[in-house]
């Protein structure tokens, strides 16, 4: 039985993925990045695209442990949205490591 150095004498378990050390120094310097950008741009409006091609926009509110948080208006029904009525409470987390652009909107 062998022993994985993270566990506290439980068997090891068949590792299923592990990613390369250099992707994931990528990853938190990207987090890392980001998280000082989002502390910059705090109460702003923001439009927020992630990697699959999904638009947000909102004010960026925290960001954290790879999540960055934008409030969001965000219309309750489709005759809502007809009517223009939108609520603006709606905090949205989003993964950091999903995010593809990040712009900052002047209103």
Avoid at 25 to 47: A, E, F, H, L
Wanted: neutral net charge.
């Amino acid at each position: 039985m062998s022993l994985s150095p993270y566990s506290s004498g439980m068997p090891s378990q068949p590792v299923l993925y592990q990613a390369e050390p250099h992707v994931a120094q990528t990853v938190k310097s990207i987090r890392d990045r980001i998280s000082q950008i989002c502390k910059q741009y705090r109460n702003q409006t923001v439009r927020v695209q992630t990697l699959d091609g999904q638009v947000y926009e909102g004010v960026l509110m925290h960001c954290e442990k790879g999540m960055l948080y934008i409030s969001i208006a965000y219309p309750s029904s489709p005759q809502d949205q007809a009517r223009g009525l939108y609520y603006n409470n709606v905090i949205l987390p989003l993964v950091l490591y999903e995010l593809l652009v990040i712009t900052l909107l002047y209103t």
